[in-house]
């Protein structure tokens, strides 16, 4: 199995920066494409950003721009750079994978992020 832990969120105002991790660990092999999805209060989960095994990167249309995504190779950890954070990016973001031989959706606890003056 694969475990996923986010780390590197935290309290930030309009306009500054944050840098999310991810570290994967247990079967790498397995992992391929990782996402970052969050979740807002009152409001449904989202994709916020990918990256395939070779490395192609799509972005929501809310962030792109504004947002990096990138992992190491092999997929030992993700990361999302936020720049230019508006208060509307407040939300719980998650790591997640979907493993390439059984296809189970493995999620991380997610880490708080909070854009506020």
Same mark, same amino acid.
């Given at each position: 199995? &694969?475990?996923?832990?986010? /780390?590197?969120?935290?309290? &930030?105002? !309009?306009?500054?920066?944050?840098?999310?991790?991810?570290?994967?660990?247990?079967?790498? !092999?397995?992992?391929? %494409? *990782?996402?970052?999805?969050? @979740?807002? !209060?009152?409001?449904?989960?989202?994709?916020?950003? /990918?990256? %395939?095994?070779?490395?192609?990167?799509?972005? #929501?249309?809310?962030?792109?721009? @504004?947002?990096?995504?990138? #992992?190491?190779? !092999?997929?030992?950890?993700?990361?999302?750079? *936020?720049?230019?954070?508006?208060?509307?990016?407040?939300?719980?973001?998650?790591?997640?994978?979907?493993?390439?031989?059984? #296809?189970?959706?493995?999620? +991380? @606890? +997610?880490?708080?992020?909070? &854009? /506020?003056?």
């Amino acid at each position: 199995q &694969v475990q996923l832990v986010e /780390s590197g969120g935290g309290l &930030v105002r !309009p306009g500054g920066s944050l840098k999310l991790s991810c570290t994967a660990s247990g079967n790498i !092999p397995q992992i391929k %494409t *990782m996402d970052w999805y969050r @979740r807002a !209060p009152g409001k449904e989960r989202e994709l916020v950003a /990918s990256i %395939t095994a070779r490395g192609a990167t799509t972005y #929501a249309d809310s962030v792109t721009g @504004r947002f990096l995504v990138s #992992a190491d190779t !092999p997929r030992t950890a993700l990361y999302l750079q *936020m720049n230019n954070l508006r208060a509307e990016d407040t939300a719980v973001y998650y790591c997640h994978t979907k493993l390439f031989i059984t #296809a189970d959706d493995i999620w +991380g @606890r +997610g880490t708080q992020v909070i &854009v /506020s003056s």
